[in-house]
């Protein structure tokens, strides 16, 4: 806890980082509609037609159960234009491996903007993660913190790595099935152990919040670290 009239930390453990980042049903049903195409088009190959009839009638399901749970379905949206966008590559192309186009290219920008982000000193993660642990983006002021963050981000860029490094010889040796299925892998589990790294790199520095009237009154008062 902090002095009174200083900012709050909030409860911050790995679920909070999951839930920071968009959760993992969200990133659930971004993989299942890729799992559906492969799998059906293991069958039908070379007809795509009906595998990706089938990814978009599941990507349609996901959000119709989403409408009628009344939860946020922003992301569901959001990963249901993804799934429209990448049929209409395919139709457009004739390649049935360009369903996973926009999954390369979505990587490979997130990898970017995690590292440059870090280099200069204002880690996406940290932007991310600052409104849950109550921070905002005071971690700026401590440079445990911001190497920590640093780290973080380090992590993250290895996840966006590492999905690229194993997706993109498969897209280029036209691996539809294969993409697919690591996709499984490379997705929810990849994901959680990320935000696991995470967790356990930041809870080893502790949190450093400033009171607003230490900041308006005294813009060189120390740190107050809560107990």
């Not at 409408?67 to 457009?92: C, D, P, Y």
């Amino acid at each position: 806890m902090t002095d009174s009239g200083n900012n709050e930390e909030k409860a911050f453990d790995t679920s909070s980082i999951v839930d920071a980042l968009g959760g993992p049903r969200g990133l659930l049903e971004s993989t299942i509609p890729g799992v559906v195409f492969a799998t059906v088009f293991a069958f039908t190959n070379p007809n795509y037609t009906i595998a990706l009839a089938c990814a978009l009638g599941v990507a349609v399901v996901i959000l119709i159960v989403a409408l009628v749970q009344k939860r946020s379905v922003q992301q569901t949206i959001s990963g249901f234009i993804g799934v429209a966008l990448t049929a209409g590559i395919v139709l457009l192309t004739g390649r049935a491996r360009d369903f996973f186009l926009v999954g390369l290219y979505r990587n490979a920008f997130w990898l970017a903007a995690h590292a440059i982000t870090g280099l200069v000193r204002w880690p996406l993660i940290a932007l991310f993660l600052g409104p849950f642990t109550g921070e905002g983006v005071q971690w700026r002021k401590d440079p445990a913190r911001l190497r920590a963050y640093q780290w973080c981000g380090l992590v993250w860029i290895a996840v966006f790595a590492i999905r690229l490094g194993v997706q993109l010889p498969l897209f280029r040796k036209d691996e539809v099935v294969a993409l697919g299925l690591v996709g499984i892998v490379l997705g929810l589990p990849l994901f959680l152990a990320a935000c696991a790294a995470t967790y356990l790199i930041l809870r080893r520095v502790p949190i450093t919040l400033r009171s607003s009237t230490d900041e308006t009154d005294d813009p060189h008062a120390p740190p107050i670290t809560p107990g």
